[in-house]
């Protein structure tokens, strides 16, 4: 399991004119799952991650000044592969891979709502390290960028059908905790 904190950045664009621009900090917690091979102090794996968040944040629209734009990160995902050197119970380690994530957007003037929902794909790289308290039990904290590029959004709804594109961009700090299955004799953190 794994808890922390993520920084994200939302620009809004419709038909190249800027809309809104928003900052986004909350908190996420997950899981992840993955397997090691250790060749003398070299670490080689595989991780798949998954994290649940509720960050949200809105901004006014530039373009439409009565308007108001809502973002929503609800779930990050990732798959990556991860290379890592090890002193003694400590492993030193850089990942990076496949990201995915799931959006809900809205725009709202008084009654009048448009909204539109997506699952993102990104990559991610990030740097970590992890120490072996026990041969089966390890803690680790990392660091990871997320870029998730700009996508093209279909809004619909009483405010009125329009394309938007989200740029997006996040920082995820977070600790956690593994139970290595397997490899008991070993005295590293694989």
């Known amino acids: 399991g794994n808890a922390g904190g993520l920084w994200a950045k939302k620009d809004w664009t419709n038909t190249g004119i800027a809309e809104s621009s ?8 997950g899981a992840q ?15 798949a991650d998954y994290d649940w968040t509720n960050a949200s944040a809105t901004a006014t629209d530039a373009f439409f000044l009565a308007t108001t734009d809502q973002t929503k990160i609800k779930a990050l995902a990732s798959v990556t592969g991860r290379v890592g050197y090890a002193w003694d119970r400590f492993l030193g380690y850089v990942k990076g891979g496949g990201a995915w ?5 809205s725009v709202f003037s ?4 448009s909204t539109a929902s997506e699952t993102r794909t990104g990559w991610t790289i990030g740097v970590g390290g992890e ?17 998730f590029g700009t996508k093209s959004n279909t809004f619909a709804g009483t405010f009125g059908t329009t394309i938007v ?3 997006e961009t996040k920082s995820v ?11 008991w004799g070993g005295g590293g953190p694989v």
């Not at 008084?110 to 709502?113: E, I, K, Q, R, S």
């Not at 120490?131 to 870029?147: H, K, M, S």
């Open 22 to 29: 928003v900052d986004i900090s909350s908190w996420l917690a």
């Open 33 to 47: 799952v993955g397997c090691n091979y250790q060749v003398s102090a070299w670490v080689f794996g595989i991780q």
């Open 101 to 105: 994530e799931s959006d809900e957007y």
């Open 110 to 113: 008084g009654a009048l709502v």
């Open 131 to 147: 120490y072996a308290f026990t041969d089966w039990l390890t803690g680790f904290v990392e660091y990871d960028f997320y870029d």
């Open 165 to 167: 594109d989200i740029k």
């Open 173 to 183: 700090a977070k600790a956690g905790l593994n139970i290595k299955f397997g490899g």
